[in-house]
């Protein structure tokens, strides 16, 4: 028997018959993928160009058509060409309206779509595995090599806007305007992990990389879990923009810097996260419990319960009964230990009875989230299966990573994004604003915001507070 499909263009008054013999079709789900696909590429390129036909007719005035040119693009059913118009407007400058209506980025044979697909399972697998699972479960076909270069230009487009902002903000002064949530306290851990290199001076290279989120969240589960609320990742592409300020403006997309009260920062004692202490504002500093209890049990015999007195802020009144562990490894970890006593304790002794407990969620619990995420989300595609990478490839797939698990990967699949303008602000007298409810005080946002360690909102603090108690 022989099945006909026939697709009629009522338009053009066309039609094409696509037939099938079923005789001796054993592998039937194959066929009748491929018939699919055949069918959806027609579809896909007489809508296309009745689409075109439409946008031509809603063309400028005073455009003209330079002639007609194809272009193939690649769709999870296949390559579909199409025949569009090149204009020329007043100013002599080039349009393709379809593409840019479809938001079709010049030189990309992927559609936005099917490059979505592809950056989100290349941060997984290698882009090797990515090429043959497109094989299998598409009717396109794209090298590795092609789908390694949608990572970079998607990746690319991404850092270099963040470039821009960051130029905008900390070298021009124009503060990009808030984010919708309004929280007073947020949580911050960091940490990096050594990834091998290729063609490159040296072997290893430090991917640095951060979550910040609002608190946690019990699940609705007979275990007691408990889940992050408002997790957003960061991982530095750029080394030239100082990790906390890069941080600082991704998050400040999403959250009102101006409005926290706290930061509670967690990690190892990297000086590039103890950095962060004084880089962003209001902040305290919590050494991870993983690190510093390793450290302990190297230095001391009963390892645990000096944690427990570090963690607790005790352990100024038991570090003379601790039975210390012989040999140079064992002073080495004792003398880093002695130097974050401070750093050690848990951020919930520091804030108890304290004005800063007053805005802590309802929920607390100690840090300890950074550790996971960072081997779930980086260390599993880009440490775990042998790989080496180039620097700029490294940072390329860590921005990558934070992309798609920040949700942000749509915006980034098509043309690039506008970018959104930044409030021309800066050292204006508007900054201070008078609470109702307090008749004599006075608040500064700049002084608690994301840029609170610049130069200029220091000599603003300076000029602001008053260096003697009032009488």
Request: charged letters at 30%; proline letters at 4%; hydrophobic letters at 35%.
């Amino acid at each position: 028997m022989t099945i006909s499909i026939i697709i009629k263009d009522d338009e053009k008054k066309q039609e094409e018959t696509i037939t099938v013999d079923s005789e001796n079709c054993k592998d039937w789900e194959e066929v009748s993928y491929q018939v699919g696909c055949r069918v959806s590429r027609k579809v896909a390129t007489l809508l296309l160009a009745d689409i075109e036909e439409g946008l031509n007719q809603k063309r400028p005035k005073g455009w003209k058509i330079k002639g007609f040119y194809e272009r193939t693009r690649v769709t999870r059913f296949g390559d579909v060409t199409v025949s569009r118009r090149l204009y020329k407007d007043d100013k002599d400058d080039s349009h393709f309206l379809l593409d840019e209506d479809l938001d079709w980025p010049p030189f990309r044979m992927a559609t936005p779509s099917l490059t979505e697909a592809l950056v989100e399972l290349s941060t997984q697998c290698s882009f090797w595995r990515v090429s043959q699972t497109l094989e299998k479960l598409t009717a396109g076909v794209l090298t590795k090599s092609t789908i390694h270069s949608l990572l970079q230009e998607v990746s690319r487009a991404f850092m270099e806007e963040e470039k821009g902002a960051w130029e905008a903000c900390f070298g021009e002064g124009r503060l990009p305007p808030g984010g919708d949530r309004k929280v007073s306290t947020l949580f911050v851990e960091a940490d990096g992990i050594q990834v091998h290199l290729q063609r490159e001076n040296q072997e290893r290279y430090e991917l640095k990389s951060a979550i910040a989120y609002e608190g946690w969240e019990l699940l609705p589960q007979t275990d007691e879990r408990y889940r992050l609320v408002s997790k957003k990742i960061y991982c530095q592409g750029d080394n030239n923009i100082p990790f906390f300020e890069g941080a600082s403006l991704l998050w400040d997309r999403y959250w009102d810097m101006s409005c926290l009260e706290l930061i509670v920062l967690g990690g190892d004692d990297a000086d590039w996260i103890s950095k962060g202490e004084e880089e962003l504002p209001c902040c305290i500093r919590q050494l991870d419990g993983f690190h510093l209890s390793r450290s302990c049990r190297r230095g001391w015999e009963k390892g645990e319960d000096m944690y427990d007195a570090i963690r607790t802020g005790r352990v100024r009144w038991t570090l003379g009964d601790a039975v210390a562990r012989e040999g140079k490894t064992a002073q080495k970890e004792r003398n880093h230990v002695l130097k974050c006593l401070d750093t050690g304790v848990d951020w919930r002794k520091k804030v108890e009875g304290t004005l800063a407990s007053l805005i802590v969620p309802q929920l607390v619990r100690g840090l300890g989230a950074m550790e996971s995420n960072e081997d779930k989300l980086f260390a599993d595609r880009m440490k775990k299966k042998g790989l080496s990478w180039t620097i700029p490839g490294a940072q390329r797939m860590g921005k990558a990573i934070q992309i798609v698990a920040n949700d942000e990967l749509r915006n980034w699949c098509g043309r690039k994004p506008s970018k959104s303008d930044a409030s021309e602000v800066n050292l204006s007298f508007d900054v201070f604003v008078y609470p109702p409810e307090y008749e004599n005080s006075v608040s500064v946002p700049a002084l608690v915001g994301p840029h609170s360690s610049r130069p200029w909102v220091k000599v603003l603090r300076s000029l602001s507070t008053q260096p003697y108690p009032v009488n």
